[in-house]
Structures are given as structure tokens and as C-alpha cells.
């Protein structure tokens, strides 16, 4: 059982690609593969529904997130029978109805699998019994019908009709979906079939009006209630076959649908009776009335199909039972008679090549056959007797008439719904007459004259339905309406009779009075106003809403335009006083409160104060001559390397030191192609603007450091200092923490510098340099003897000296970094003694390569310990005592050092042999012999 | 000492932004520099000053320092490495590719006050 529910929302939801590669063996094969999927799926509902109509309801569940209360639950109760029916046999008929329709160049296959897609959609929608999951298949609805109205995306009105339903069905989704979440709180389950049994719950929560409205909203965007009833007529843009699907069975009707699913838990209020058939009664006289002026074939059956939902709207917010049983009874009725009308519509517009009503006239003559069925289906619509619109139109009337609300509603509903029917039967009068009568055609773009077989065949089943309910729905619809409307109900089906004739009661006489009414409304139309001569625009609601999209978009450029401008500059100044706000926010709301000093100052720390002062100082003022700037910020960082090394930080000095080294190697290189002087250009108040942004960040800094400095400090360290030794096997803590404590972030650490390396090689690359700035003297001899002869002494000592401090790292000041730093500079003298040329020739390393080894060196020492069935990373160590070196520090850490060690070698030798390349290449070839 | 420490981390940040700010790639690149230095001071000194007490284990020492913040510091050193040299490359290919080191792209000879095309 649970394998079939389950087959059938996600058959052709896999299935969806499968017409795409039919396609191109043929439109026909396309066609028979949809046909096919989608007829797998009723198969299995065909073999189920027995089971279900025996007041069955088969079940399935799988977990999924159960944290979040998001189960796949799927539950096939009589209203998901139902429209499953509706869906898969609808959408049988229009892939047979389409297969005809679309043009020679539309891309079938695409077509077919957006059907496929939206289908799988409603199914997930009608069998979900998880509300959570209602709703992400609801959104799966919104997304597939955007695909299906925009179809012909080289159409601008198809793309607006296709954004607009978005943005409508998609915000409604939303509201669904806080709503769903609101009432899964209060009932403590997101299961349906709970929330449904905990209906008293809900509506005496507090929460029961957030809920309620939230849940219409989604129930009212989708069906297209007044007042977002305007995205329905500006879908029209899309292909007709669309139209009958998402329009009769389908899109709209999951509005309804949610109607009929929350009836039990939010139904029963004043709140929900008010709202309800309000919205629906308005939605029903307007629509009605705004399709009898309808032009457009279409634009009258979507102000049509507006009205209808409209009916059914109110049906549901009547709130008896009996109008509920009606309500479903419509939405079957109404299904039918609106797919077929739409087919037939769309075959007028295939065979005539227009679907203005003024134009189309006289279509009996050309067309005899569709028309006869048309005109039965339009009597359906408008609730002939012996059709089975006539049956559910009776009911309503019925239900209208006996409203025991008190008050103006027991007037104003029997009126909404006469005005409702006279103006229904006057659309429906004008739909058979104005295209099928009235005169000759005018101006047709073709002769009009019967669509091929085949075409007809989806409007004849379907009329030929409406006419089998209308005439014995005791045999035909009965079982399946009784278990929707139990299920719809949550609890006892009132007694109801589907009899045709029931004797002359008012709600006939109420029939008979809009029938008349209706006809002669048409054709004083007609008549007196000139029908055809007038254009209404009926819409408002759609101009609110592109009004609302434009001044969106507007007060956006507005914006952009201000804050936007272009220039990096302001962004940073930007950055810089958001952070200074942020920073400074804490210090108001909780205010300042430094501890008292617990140090003096020596004269040590003055000296070097002072000295940073005058340094960092000298680099602000000298920043437009660039050669002296650089060398105030080297002095800078001698003072931290200092600094690090007079509070017992060895190995950051040394790393300090290293950096410093490689960093005015890396500017000067840079100074080598950059503008020597900066000009003048920051006018006064720039720099009275900059100035103040950097006293207030820097005044706030110190405020900060000092205000964390002077009070009681608390540290994590101590697990390391004591563990360092006999879990890590080494002394220098900084190290064990870098390779073995927390070796992850060191990892981390340094494939960020492999990416920055590799990113500065790939932006490199193809660049030929700029050319230097020769606005300054350059030396003539450019690799001096002198330091060639240094650097073959320098070289190997320096070589020595970086595998000493790599060794001893574990235990003393040094590791991979600082050696990886001091083996950099020794090749980076080379590179400065010898030329690029010379040394590249010789030292045969691809940098690139060296990185890479270093990363993996690294990893593969983590991964190593997962043989020995230890987490990543963990290390093992000893103290082997070797020749020559004495006692070594060896641990597992050492070779993770090792991959560091390489690709900080890696890191600077890419970036600076890099940089000289460019410089070299023109030099190269002037020096060449 | 405090005081001496703050002064000195807030001078750096000062002259940091203030070069931050500036228009053209090679102060901007130098006040990155400095603020790197600011920002690491400033995440060592989270651990408080300690003269004389390396994080060393040894039997003779009786007090270390938090090791902690130096081995973030040791990282964030040659990490700031890598960061200027990207910064150093991103402003030749802009100034090979816009003719001008202006951080906004605007050529040489350009008014200040005109916004680049």
C-alpha cells in the first residue's frame, strides 16, 4: 500500500524528464510517453479507490526530518481520491488535446515535462498528509505553473503573466506556510489528519485569527479571490491547453481544495463564516460581471473561472454541511465543464486564428460540431437542467436561501448568489451566441472549419461527462462525492439528495428568475449598449499591483543610485564607520569600565612607543613618497617583531622577523611597476573626513584593549601548558598547539594560503607587467658581484640554519612556518644575485607543485592516524636519539610540519619568483649576449 | 604598561584606516599592512602581558604565558603575507588594465570631484 501512494505523487514527478528524450523521436511519442506516465498513477488510484470507497484510507509515512516535525506522510483519504481522479484524468485529456495544439516549433518534450511536473506537484499537494510537506509541494505548484504559463518565454506577456502568478500564488505560499507553522504549534503535530482532530484546539487559541488569516491568504492567492483575482485572467498568456488544466482541475482549485482540507479545523467560527463567504460572494457578482464584457474568448472564461471559485468560496463559508457537500459537488461540476470549455475555445483559436469575440461570429456555419459541443458545455456552465452544472447551481441556491446566520447576510447572500446566476447565465448566453450566431465572422486571419479528430475527442469525453452526471448522478458521482465530502467534513455526511427534479420549490423559481434575467440582460446588451463597441479594463487590482512593483523597484535604483556609487573609496569609508558604530554601540548600552592598572611601564616599553609612534606616524606623512613610506612601515614591523620578543613570544618574533623580510621584498617588487609618488589629489574635507574616521578607530581600539587588559583574565591555555609535554611529546606550546592541538586550523590555515598563492598565480597569468616606472634612477649593475659572492656562502648556511629551526620546533622556538620563511628568503637571494633566468635554470622546483605536495604531506599525516584507529590528526611521538644531532624531538606532528613547512616555502617562492619573472622578462632579453 | 600597549595598538589603527582610505593601491596596501599589525598585537595582548615567561615548558621556568593567542598570532602573521601579496597583484592587473593605481579606477588627469565613467 504505502509503495503505491508513494508511486504515485513521485511517478511523474521522476518521470518528468522522460518527454523531453521522447521528443526527438517524434511529437506523437512525446505525447504517448506523458500519456503513459500520467496514466500509471491513475492505474494505481484506479486500484485503490475500491479500497477507498469502502471508507478505507490507505496510509504511508516515512521519515524524513522528524526534528522539524517533516515527515513524508502520504494519506489517500476521499478527497485525495478525488482529485487525483481530477488531475490525472483532466491531464490525460489535455496531453492528448496539446499533443494536437502546439505548433510544429514548440518544444513538445519541454512542454509534456512541465506538465509532468506541475501534476506531480498537485499530487504531492492533495495526498500530503504532513502540512509541511502540503506546503513544499504547494510551492512545487507555483514554480511548475510558472514554467507552464511563461512556455512561450519569447513573449512578453506570457513572461509578465508567468512573474505575476508567481509573485501571487508564491507570496501566498508563504503565508501558508507561517500559517501551517502556527497551527502545527498549537496542535502539537504537523500531521493533517491530527491537526484536523485538535480543530477545537485551534480555534479557541489565541492564535486562531493569525492562523485563520494566514491560511486564506494562501487559499485566496491561489484561487484567485478577490481582490488577487488578476494574475488568473494575465495567465491567460499562456498556451490554452494550460489554461484548461491549471483553470479547471488543477492550480486554482488547490485553493479550494485547502478550503476543503482545514474545513474541519478552522471552519465553525463567526470569523471564518464572515471572511469566507464575503471574499466569495465578492469575487462571484465581480467576476461574473466582469466577464459579460469580456472581448477575449479566454479573458471571459478566466473571469468565468474566477467566479466560479468564487461560488465555490462561498459554498465553503456558509459553513453547513450540506453546502459543503455542494461545494465539492462544484468543484467536480465545474472541472468539467471549464477544461472542455477552454479546449473548445482553444480549438476556435487554432482553426480561426483569433479569439475576439467581436471578430468571431457566425461559427455555426463552419463548425457545427465543436459548436453543438460548446454550447452543451457552456449550458453547464450556465446550469441547464439535465447538465450537471445544474445540479451543484440548485444546491447553492438552495443553501443560499436557507441561511439561519441572521442579520443583512440572510439578505445579502441569496442576493449576491441570484445576481451571481443572472450574470453567470448572461456569459454563458453570450459565449454560445456571440461566437456560434450573431452575424458573419469578421476579418478571421483563416476560413474557419473542424479541427482534426483527434482534437475533439478530450472536449467530447468531458461533455459527454457533464452530460452522464447531469442525468444519473446517483450512478455516477455519488460514491466518489460521498467519501470527498466525508472526508471534507471530518465527521458524518448530512443527507442529500442528488435527485434531478425536486418539485417547484424556490430555489428553482430563484433558477428560473436568473435564467430569464440572465438572457435578457445579454441581449439588451446587445442591443442597447453596443456590447461589441466597448473596452473595459477591469484592472485595477493588477495596476495596484504593478504600481507597487514599480515604486519597489524604483525606491531600489533610488538606493543603489545613492549608496552605490561606484567608488571603492566611499565603500571602505563606509565599512569603516559601520564597524566603528558596531563597536562603539557596546560600550554606550553597557558602558565603560576598565579595572585599574596592574603594571608599570618601563622605560623599555616608552622607548618603543615612541619609536612605533614616530614610525607609524612617518609612514601616514610620507605616504605619497612610496619608497619612504615602505621603509617607516619596515620600521613598524621591527618594532612588533620587538615587541613579540620582549613579551615572551619567541616564536611570533621570529616569524615577525621572517615576514617583515619577505613583505618589503614583496613592495619593493611592487614599487618596481607601481607610480613612485602618489599625487596630490584628497581635497581638505576628505582628509578632515579620514582623519576622523581613523582617530575615533583607533582612539576606540585603545579603549578596548586597554579596557580588556586591565581587568581579571581567565585562560583555556592551562590544558595545553600541562598537557603539551605528555600528550604531544613537546615543549614549545605554541608549536604543539599549531601541529597537534589544533592541528585542524593549522591545516585550515595553510590551504588558505595555498588558494591566496594559487589565486595570485592565475591572475598572473598571461600578464606580461606594465612596464616600470622609470621616473627614477635605476642601478646600472644589476645582479652586484659582491652579493653573488655572499649568496654562495649565505646560501647553504641559511639552507642549514632553516632545517635546524625546523627540527628543534617541538620543543624550542622554530617550527614548519619560521622555517618554511627563512628557506624562502635564502632562494629568494639567489633569485636577487643571480637574475630570474640564471636561477630558474638551475633550480628546476615548480612552485605550484611544491604547494600542493605541502597540503597533501599534511593531510595524509591526519589520515594516517585513521589507520591506527585514531581520529584525524592525532600524533604519536618519541625522542630518538640520532648521530651527529643528539637527542631529536621526533613526533607524527613533524611530518604535518613538514607539509607547512613546504607550502609556506611554496606560498613565498610563487608569489616573489613570480613577481620577478615580470620584471625580468624585458631584462632578460636586453642583457642576453 | 596598559596604557603604553593601548596607545601604541590604537596609533597603528589610526594610521591604518587613515591609509586605508586614501585613493590609490600602494598607501592602501601599506595601511593593510598596518592594520595586520594592529589586528595581531591586538589578538596577542588578549593574552595578557607576560615579560619574561615564553611558553616553553621547562622545569626551572615557574610562570608562561598563554601560548593560545600566540599560536592564532603565528598563523594570522603568514596568512597577512599572502593577503598583501593578493592585494599587491590585484593593483598591477588594475593599473595595467585601467592605466591609473586609483582604487576606483579612474584614470589619471580625471578631476577628483567627476565620477568615473
Known amino acids: ?929 | 604598561m596598559e596604557s603604553v600597549v593601548a596607545i601604541g595598538i590604537g596609533v597603528l589603527v589610526a594610521s591604518g584606516v587613515y591609509l586605508l582610505l586614501r585613493a590609490r593601491t600602494f598607501p592602501v596596501v601599506l595601511g593593510l599592512t598596518l592594520l595586520s599589525y594592529a589586528t595581531n598585537l591586538f589578538i596577542f595582548v588578549m593574552g595578557r602581558l607576560a615579560a619574561g615567561a615564553p611558553p616553553i615548558v621547562s622545569t626551572a621556568a615557574s610562570r608562561y604565558t598563554d601560548p593560545l593567542p600566540q599560536a592564532l598570532v603565528l598563523t594570522a602573521i603568514v596568512i597577512g603575507f599572502g593577503m598583501t601579496a593578493f592585494c599587491v597583484v590585484l593593483a598591477f592587473r588594475a593599473r595595467a588594465a585601467l592605466g591609473s593605481d586609483h582604487v576606483d579606477g579612474r584614470t589619471d588627469g580625471a578631476s577628483t570631484t567627476s565620477e568615473a565613467p
Request: aromatic share 10%.
Open chain 1, 1 to 929: 500500500m504505502a509503495p503505491s501512494l508513494a508511486a504515485i505523487v513521485s511517478l511523474p514527478l521522476i518521470a518528468a524528464y522522460l518527454p523531453v528524450a521522447a521528443a526527438r523521436k517524434g511529437r506523437v511519442f512525446a505525447a504517448w510517453t506523458a500519456a503513459a506516465v500520467l496514466a500509471s498513477p491513475l492505474a494505481i488510484a484506479a486500484a485503490l479507490g475500491p479500497h477507498v470507497l469502502a471508507g478505507n484510507v490507505p496510509e504511508a509515512r516515512w521519515m524524513w526530518l522528524p526534528g522539524a516535525g517533516l515527515d513524508l506522510s502520504l494519506r489517500l483519504d476521499g478527497l485525495a481520491l478525488l482529485f487525483v481522479v481530477l488531475i490525472l484524468g483532466i491531464g490525460l485529456l489535455i496531453v492528448l488535446y496539446a499533443a494536437y495544439y502546439l505548433a510544429e516549433d514548440d518544444a513538445i518534450g519541454r512542454f509534456f515535462a512541465y506538465v509532468l511536473l506541475f501534476a506531480g506537484a498537485m499530487l504531492g499537494v492533495v495526498l500530503a498528509d504532513n502540512a509541511l510537506l502540503l506546503v513544499v509541494f504547494w510551492e512545487l505548484t507555483s514554480l511548475s505553473s510558472f514554467l507552464l504559463i511563461g512556455f512561450w518565454n519569447d513573449r512578453s506577456d506570457a513572461r509578465r503573466g508567468a512573474r505575476m502568478a508567481l509573485a501571487i500564488t508564491g507570496a501566498g505560499g508563504l503565508c501558508l506556510l507561517a500559517g501551517v507553522l502556527l497551527a502545527g504549534h498549537v496542535a502539537g503535530t504537523y500531521e493533517l489528519s491530527q491537526i484536523v482532530r485538535r480543530g477545537a484546539a485551534i480555534r479557541e487559541s489565541p492564535l486562531y485569527v493569525p492562523i485563520l488569516t494566514l491560511v486564506l491568504l494562501g487559499a485566496f492567492t491561489k484561487s484567485a479571490q478577490v481582490p488577487f483575482h488578476f494574475w488568473l485572467p494575465q495567465a491567460m498568456a499562456a498556451p490554452t491547453p494550460v489554461s484548461a488544466y491549471l483553470h479547471s482541475a488543477t492550480m486554482v482549485k488547490a485553493g479550494v481544495f485547502l478550503l476543503a482540507r482545514f474545513y474541519p479545523a478552522l471552519s465553525g467560527t463567526d470569523a471564518w463564516f464572515y471572511t469566507v463567504t464575503t471574499v466569495g460572494a465578492v469575487t462571484l457578482v465581480f467576476a461574473a460581471g466582469t466577464a459579460l464584457f469580456q472581448h477575449d474568448l479566454k479573458g471571459l472564461l478566466a473571469y468565468s473561472t474566477i467566479s466560479h471559485l468564487g461560488l465555490i468560496t462561498l459554498l465553503f463559508g456558509l459553513d453547513t454541511p450540506l453546502s459543503a457537500v455542494a461545494a465539492v459537488f462544484h468543484i467536480i461540476n465545474h472541472a468539467l465543464f471549464k477544461a472542455s470549455l477552454f479546449m473548445a475555445a482553444g480549438i476556435i483559436d487554432h482553426e480561426t486564428g483569433s479569439r475576439d469575440m467581436r471578430k468571431l461570429n457566425g461559427l455555426w456555419k463552419y463548425m457545427p460540431y465543436t459548436a453543438t459541443l460548446a454550447m452543451v458545455a457552456a449550458s453547464s456552465m450556465a446550469g441547464v437542467p439535465l447538465l450537471n452544472g445544474f445540479l451543484s447551481k440548485e444546491m447553492f441556491f438552495s443553501e443560499a436561501l436557507l441561511l439561519e446566520r441572521g442579520g443583512w447576510m440572510e439578505v445579502a447572500i441569496p442576493l449576491a448568489a441570484g445576481i451571481g446566476g443572472m450574470l453567470g447565465i448572461a456569459y454563458s448566453v453570450r459565449f454560445a451566441h456571440d461566437v456560434f450566431f450573431n452575424g458573419e465572422p469578421v476579418g478571421l486571419p483563416r476560413t474557419p472549419h473542424e479541427p482534426p479528430r483527434w482534437m475533439k475527442v478530450p472536449v467530447e469525453v468531458l461533455v459527454a461527462m457533464c452530460l452522464l452526471v447531469g442525468v444519473a448522478p446517483v450512478y455516477t458521482v455519488r460514491p466518489l462525492l460521498d467519501v470527498a465530502a466525508r472526508a471534507t467534513l471530518g465527521d458524518g455526511l448530512p443527507a442529500y439528495s442528488l435527485a434531478i427534479w425536486h418539485g417547484f420549490s424556490l430555489p428553482l423559481l430563484m433558477s428560473m428568475l436568473a435564467t430569464v434575467g440572465g438572457i435578457a440582460i445579454y441581449f439588451s446588451l446587445q442591443r442597447f449598449y453596443r456590447l461589441h463597441e466597448h473596452v473595459h479594463s477591469p484592472l485595477t487590482a493588477a495596476s495596484a499591483y504593478d504600481a507597487l512593483l514599480d515604486g519597489t523597484i524604483r525606491f531600489a535604483a533610488i538606493v543603489t543610485r545613492a549608496v552605490e556609487n561606484g567608488s571603492l573609496q566611499r565603500y571602505v569609508a563606509w565599512v569603516v564607520a559601520a564597524a566603528l558604530a558596531l563597536g562603539v554601540a557596546p560600550f554606550v548600552a553597557s558602558g565603560y569600565a576598565p579595572g585599574p592598572t596592574t603594571t608599570a611601564a618601563t622605560p623599555v616599553a616608552v622607548v618603543g612607543l615612541l619609536l612605533l609612534f614616530a614610525a607609524s606616524a612617518g609612514t601616514v606623512v610620507l605616504h605619497r613618497e612610496r619608497l619612504a613610506a615602505l621603509v617607516m612601515s619596515g620600521v613598524v614591523g621591527l618594532v612588533c617583531v620587538l615587541f613579540f620578543a620582549y613579551f615572551a613570544a619567541p616564536d611570533l618574533a621570529l616569524t615577525q622577523v621572517a615576514v617583515e623580510a619577505v613583505t618589503i621584498m614583496l613592495l619593493l617588487l611592487a614599487l618596481h611597476y607601481l607610480p613612485q609618488r602618489t599625487p596630490a589629489e584628497s581635497s581638505v574635507s576628505r582628509k578632515l573626513r579620514d582623519a576622523a574616521l581613523a582617530v575615533a578607530a583607533g582612539g576606540g581600539v585603545a579603549a578596548l584593549v586597554y579596557a580588556v587588559l586591565t581587568r581579571p583574565f581567565e585562560s583555556i591555555s592551562d590544558f595545553y601548558l600541562e598537557n603539551s609535554v605528555s600528550q604531544a611529546g613537546g615543549r614549545n606550546v605554541v608549536n604543539v598547539i599549531l601541529v597537534d592541538f589544533r592541528g585542524f586550523d593549522t591545516f585550515g590555515e595553510i590551504i588558505v594560503l595555498a588558494i591566496a598563492a594559487l589565486g595570485i598565480h592565475a591572475v598572473l597569468a598571461g600578464f606580461a607587467g606594465a612596464g616600470r616606472d622609470d621616473d627614477r634612477a635605476w642601478a646600472a649593475d644589476r645582479h652586484p658581484l659582491m652579493l653573488r659572492v655572499l649568496t654562495s656562502v649565505l646560501l647553504p648556511l641559511m639552507l642549514l640554519v632553516s632545517i635546524y629551526i625546523f627540527l628543534r620546533g617541538h620543543d624550542r622556538p622554530g617550527g614548519g612556518f619560521i622555517a618554511g620563511l627563512v628557506t624562502g628568503i635564502a632562494l629568494i637571494l639567489l633569485y636577487a644575485a643571480h637574475g630570474v633566468a640564471w636561477t630558474a635554470s638551475r633550480l628546476r622546483v615548480d612552485y605550484q607543485r611544491t604547494i600542493g605536495i605541502g597540503v597533501l604531506v599534511a593531510g595524509a599525516t591526519g589520515i594516517a592516524s585513521w589507520w591506527f584507529g585514531q581520529p584525524f590528526l592525532t600524533s604519536a611521538f618519541g625522542h630518538p636519539h640520532l648521530p651527529l644531532l643528539g637527542e631529536v624531538p621526533l613526533a607524527s606532528a613533524m611530518a604535518f610540519d613538514l607539509g607547512v613547512y613546504l607550502t609556506v616555502v611554496g606560498v613565498v617562492m610563487l608569489v616573489l619568483a613570480r613577481l620577478g619573472e615580470l620584471s625580468a622578462a624585458p631584462a632578460a632579453n636586453a642583457s642576453a649576449p
